[in-house]
């Protein structure tokens, strides 16, 4: 089975740019997950949805960062405009939605802004 | 969400067992313990959880002590593709869905 799927793979791009990260979440999996990942901070939660319907926004950086999930299989994290200090590694995540299940996640978009 | 302890650190030889502990003296009565463990350059990977009673599966054992306030997770026969960040996680029953990573420890396994 194929597992959460995201793209790219690596970013490069300068500073002001809009970026855009896709994430397709396993079928079936009603919950999906952004985290961030770097040296400073290690791994952090960005944004959850369930059902589609985001949840927990609380770990958004600021109103440069958006996400969406239009349906079931597909969401984006959006970073306009872009800034250095947003580098890091971008995982996605999808699980069947129940507290206890366990988080399947991407390998993850490493961004660099420059 | 309850605290977890771990140490930075540890080494272990290749093909032999492996103890990593998690100390969690806040633990609440509905908190589940989980363990994710981070191989270079990928996501982290679900590895194991239990919420009172010791727990098996084909990855690895988790040995949770009888007051709850301390975990232990056992790799019975370490490999070098065990080599990554371990990583212990409370996570309570109820409307709480997202894990929060703490720093983890790394696992260096020695040929």
């Known amino acids: 089975d194929a597992g959460v799927i995201q793209s790219p793979r690596h970013e490069v791009t300068e500073m002001g740019q809009e970026v855009t990260l896709r994430c397709k979440p396993i079928s079936g999996h009603n919950s999906l997950f952004w985290y961030r990942q770097t040296m400073m901070r290690g791994l952090e939660l960005l944004i959850y949805?369930?059902?589609?319907?985001?949840?927990?926004d609380s770990g958004m950086p600021e109103d440069r960062f958006s996400a969406k999930m239009p349906n079931a299989s597909f969401s984006t994290l959006k970073i306009q405009p872009s800034e250095p200090r947003d580098s890091a590694v971008y995982f996605c995540a999808s699980s069947l939605g129940a507290d206890y299940q366990p988080q399947h996640f991407g390998d993850g978009t490493r961004l660099s802004i420059l | 969400d309850a605290k977890t302890t771990q140490p930075n650190s540890m080494e272990s030889n290749e093909e032999e067992p492996v103890h990593l502990p998690c100390n969690h003296s806040t633990i609440s009565g509905t908190d589940y313990i989980h363990w994710y463990r981070q191989l270079p350059s990928q996501g982290p990977e679900y590895v194991i959880h239990?919420?009172?009673s010791n727990v098996n599966n084909r990855m690895a054992s988790l040995a949770i002590a009888e007051d709850r306030k301390s975990s232990t997770l056992i790799l019975h026969r370490a490999t070098l593709r065990d080599a990554a960040v371990y990583y212990c996680?409370?996570?309570?029953?109820?409307?709480?869905?997202?894990?929060?990573f703490g720093t983890g420890t790394r696992l260096t396994i020695i040929p």
């Open positions: 239990g919420l009172t």
């Open positions: 996680i409370l996570r309570g029953v109820f409307g709480n869905e997202k894990l929060t």
């Open positions: 949805f369930n059902n589609n319907v985001p949840i927990d």
